[in-house]
């Protein structure tokens, strides 16, 4: 097995989430799409630590699981609370910052 | 400027004469004749006929003139003797120290295209006074006539490549202009753009040739010979001397012989020709079977040294062109057999020839080839004339076999006799004139070691006499049919005529129904017939060594010459010959070896003795042919006019039996369904679907595909990427003002998504930078 | 370089006469259109007169050296001098301006085009002329550049008040296009007016200073040119004006675009570019020849897509220009020779091509090929000299066009010393290759819109029938010197290559012979 | 190693189909299942690189936890499920120029580094322990940080997402 087959994946996946995050309007869509990403991020630290023979890839990945887990909790919690507001939970219509 | 001729003086003991130093004036005066034709052509009393005709006689007397003179020059001459070329030539034009020629390059070869091409020129245009009567456009007709006849006779006698080509582009344009003379009628005009793009693209061989030889021939011509490297003596001789470089000769020989593959109606580029015949009978006749379209075999043999050099002729195994002439032989044969069409006929027929010179080239056989030039000239435009004449007189402007003639032999009993003795001639029956040239090619063909190409020439030759045995059949036996029993039916014949809109002043006479030509129309008849029954005898090998005219006449003897150059500048290339003794009697190295002393001008060639026994085979072959395809042609066609008693007279002449007579219909399936059908017909029904559909196709393809090409890039890079850039940095300045705003919409995914791309761009610029 | 400077008043008075008559137009009340008119004919006769006179006495055995020479003080500050004279490489084109310009007056004097005001435009089409004669003639790179210019503005205002439809977008376009290339061109006459020492602008002493530029440097400077130049040509991929201006011109400035606007770019090269920047140049070449033939081939593709005979014309003018350059690209002085051949006969040929479209517009009313044919049936005379030309254009050898075109590829297969040959040679069989578009693009339109049957029948409906009279007496005057020169080149090249000759050897000699 | 190589290949195709539709489908259930299918999909990557423990982890965490918490949330926000058309803004186009150059970007970074470098062959699967010994060995600090994190994310949500 090539190291690069697995980082072909991660970064083939990575532009699908990017690609996703950009064009999605929905945010739970967008959620999704940062998921993907995330996990693209995993696939190469597990293949680095599998190259290095080290485990602190491993540690990193369990961290990314937790932070993510922890993102999606409060991202949803922040849809939940726009839709209450707003009606809606389309990104673009969040646009009070506009400059 | 230096156009003006110095005399030259060639103090070679070979006599000379006027004619052949005044050689030049033979395309001379038909393009004179053309200007005035253009100018004043439509205030004279024949619509600026005559003139054309009258120009063309001149260069016939002046070519025949030039052909007495040259045979005494060779008369002159002891038999191993080189007999120098009659060159002059004058500066045309200069350009970055180079010197362009213009001038005459007159010997065997030449002298005998110049009087074949002002021969049938003549006679043709004569047959037109007739045949175009009345035409809307008959002084333009004769004015591109003798056009071509002038750019047609500057290349035969071309001393150099640039005229050559310019001969051979003028000829291009003639026939785009002939082909097209009706060109009310799309088809026609289609046809004309065929003929002259398919032909054109064949051209790129020819310039491509031309540079190459020119770079690479000019520093040895110039040092040896004091002429530039597009004289034709000039290119003979270096291809000849060992000088050249293999790669680059052989390449220029196959780019040179594309064009020829172009201009020749050779496989692959032969689908122009057929099509060509939209044109004027005469113009068939003329330009499409018996001069234009032999420039190409013309220039093989002109060039015939790079040729030999450059694809390795007499080598082992076959060359290119033995190959071309091969499979054209047969394809185009075979497609001869499925068409209706009378000049559709003679038109493959006349690229099955043009094969058989290629062969003959090919093989070594360079005699025979160019003496079925001269021979193929005559019956082949015999032909044509005959089908024009059955068209104008008889059949109502139609050139369809099968629905519009048949049962024309007394009404025409001129027509019908020319056209049976060309035919014979063409099937190459001893002893008409067809027989002792095509007879020769195979010959030799097969004496040089081809023999796989000498059975193709004899399946050719079997398939010759077949397919001319059914048009005969169908034209002048049988019942007739259509237009020429009488019955015109306007509005359905109308499509294939080939000239119904020009021809309305003679619908008058039509109402007599069919008849003899007039005399205009049968004198060229006739006489073409006879030099069918008769130029064979020019070289008739069968009766021995002293019949032998054209070998001593025309084929360049390859004595290695050694020269002195005198360089007086232009025009005045004195040249002595001094062959040494010994080599006047040893065998000659030319061709095989680089010469020592001299310069060579033309590769030793063997000659096939002749054989009766395998003259008597190919007659078989031949008459084989002709029987098959008779009682074929009778079973066949017959069945459309079932009346019993013509029937049986028919077949009593032919001496069949009653019992074929009883089961005609029977056989007539068996034959038709069961034999031609099966074998005959999906043969050349293939090798025809593989001309309309596949030969045709790609070309069709190439076109419409580099239209669609061509569109895209013009929609899609020409209009948006070039055009659009441009148009697209205006407006960027423009909307550069305002494009910092929109950046600030507080959406997110914009946010998101210039971040992104930032960090794209970045990145990308980070690993290129890195790597 | 040797100069002559007897009757050195000549080429001034040549170039400046048609000011004169700018002004006795001024003068002229608006009202009166006959005598502007003729005023304006009798000018450009006039102006032609002096240049006939000045070919007359034009010295043909020194054609390699300057004449008429006249070197007065003009901007001291900047070091540029009134510097003009004339060579063998010149002259052809000096009278060929000259020509056109007559031809294209006698030609507007039935056709002005709307909407009219044929004052302003006589005024512009004579100044025109002192801009490309000025152009030809200079000798001082300053004063090329002001005459340069000065070619731009009234071509901007034929386009953009005579044109078409479209006219104001095609002008800015072609204003905007060719400013741009002067910009780039004049840091370029700059840098070398610095780094030769500041001495001077005169072009023969750039010639003989230039060469002691830095190598990398003359690259740079070359490159500013290029552009320049090459926009004007135009050059693959500059060229995308071309066809919008031509479509959008009046006749009259498509004649006078094709014939001899497009050969201020490629005298430009052989005057300026190639002597003064030898090294810079050989550098250059093979993109040069690449660009030309991709140029060839992209024109012909583009003729072969189009629906509209001006732009089809036009897109061909794309692949001439680029036999032009890639015998200009060869180094050698065969294939600049042919290149300058190829452009006098280009100026001839497609300048005749023009006038036909023009006619056939005013005809027709339009120039929709799908909408043409049978031309030859309605006006036979018309629709032979379009054959003509047609021929002529694809390079027919016995006309004109085909004494630009062969010899550029024939030159392409042996290139200048230090050029690659196998590259040189790809490019001769690709620009071989073009001669069949050609051949291809041109009959094709030829057929379509001359042979058939017509197919206005809705025009002939609404407009009386006798619109579509044949070539008209004004025409018959304008159009047969045209063609007269097509054939006579075409027969005597020489006529030419004599002249050209000993020049463009002079200016080679840069390059070692 | 051929199987191996094999099965890597089937999941990664599946991986990547199923990702595509996530960002493309028009269906947010959909996506959300969609996106299980990648979530497994690399839970079996992790497995082929000799990473037990995470695998399980991400089955438990992502699988378990977080996609219930996205079918929740798209419920919640959302009562229609089913094919909807405005899930995309209008910039979806400039997705694909980007996503585009990053991949070129980033295949040009690891040809050039990577090459056909190989993965070690006979690499021994990591243990539960050997990662347990990590975490509370010498990255037991961004343990606690993350253990206050997650505190801190579930309060937060509460806080958010209560309805007063």
Redesign the interface.
Known sequence: MFVNQFLFLGAILFCIGVYGVVARKNAVLMLMSIEIILNSVNINLLTFALRNGSTDGHVFALYIIAVAAAEVGVGLGLVLLVYRNKKTISIDDLSEMRG | MSLLASESEILAPLASGWFLEHAWLIPVIPAIAFALIILIGKRLPMKGSELGVLSMISSLVLAAGAGYQWIQRTNSATEDQFVEPVIKSWSWWRSGGFDFGIGQHIDGLSILVLIVVAFISTLVQIYSLEYLRGDRRYTHFFAALTLFSGGMLAMVLADNMMLFLLGWEIMGLCSFMLIGHWWEEDANSRAALKAFFTVRTGDVGLLVGISMLYFSANDWTQEHLGVSGFSIRGISAWALSGAPNSTVITIAAVALFIACIGKSGQFPLHTWLPDAMAGPTPVSSLLHSSTMVVAGVYLVARLYPVFFVGLNILGSGGNLIVIIGGITIVISAALAFVQNDIKRVLAYSTVSQLGYMMLGLGAGAWLPAVFHIFTHAFFKACLFLGAGSISHSASHHSFDMKRDMGGLRKVMPITFTTWIISTLALCGVFPFSGFFSKDEIIDNVGHNGYNLFMIIGLIGAFMTAAYMTRATYLTFFGEPRGASAGHADHGDTHNSHDADASHDAHDVEQSHGPHESGLLITIPLIILSVLALSSGFLNATPFGESWERMKLWVEPRSVEVVEETHLGGPGESLIINLPSAEEVHSKSVCGSAQPETGICYAPQLNHAPFKWLKAMMSMAIVFLGIAISWILSTLLFTKRAPRLVGLTQRVKILGFGHKLLVNKYYLDVLYEKVIVRSIAYPVARAAYWFNQNILDGILHAIANSTRKISGWVYKNVDQLVVDGTVNNSATLTKSLGTAAQPTQSGKVSQYAALLFSAAAVAALVLVIINT | MNMLQENNWLLSVGTFLPMVGVVLMMLMPKAKDQSVKLVALVTSIATLAVGIYTAFKFDFDQAEKMQFVANEKWISVIKSSYLIGIDGISLPLYLLSMVITLLVVIYSLDHVPSPGKPKAFFSLLLVLQTGMAGTFIAQDLILFFVFFELVLLPMFFMIGVWGGEQRQYASIKFFLYTMFGSALMLVAFLALFFKTGAESFSIPYLIENGGSIGKNLQVWIFAGMFVGFAVKVPMFPFHTWLPDAHTQAPTQGSVILAAVLLKLGTYGFVRIALPILPSAARQWAPYIGGLAVIGIIYGALGCLAQTDMKRLIAFSSVAHMGFVMLGISTLTSFGINAAMFGMVAHGLITGMLFFVAGSVKERYHTLEISKLGGMLTQMPHLGWIFGFCTMASLGLPGLAGFWGEFPAILSAYNPGAGLNETVFRVFMVIAALGTVLAAAYLLWLYQRIAFGTPKNSEHDSHSTHDELHDVTTYEWLAWTPLLVGILVLGIVPNLLFSVFDPAVQVTLSAFGG | ?IA??IG?LII?IV??VA??R??TTNN?VH??LW?VV??AG?AA??I????E??AV??VL??IG??MV??L???M???ARIGA?S???????K???????????????????S???????ES?KV?STQ??S???FGP?LL??WA?SF??L???V??????R?D
Do not use: C, H, W
């Open positions: 190693m191996q190589n890597f990664a991986m990547i990702a595509l996530v960002v947010v996506a959300a996106l990648v979530l690399a990557q992790y082929l690189l000799a990473a423990f995470v982890t991400q965490v992502y936890a977080v918490l996205f929740f949330g798209t919640l926000t959302r909807e405005d899930l995309n803004n209008s910039y979806k400039l997705g694909i120029p980007v996503g585009l150059v990053m991949l070129v970007a980033m295949g040009l970074a690891l040809t050039d990577f090459g056909d470098e190989k993965l070690p690499a990591v050997e990662v010994d990590q975490i990255y961004p343990f993350l994190v997650l801190a994310a579930v937060g949500a509460i806080v958010l997402a309805k």
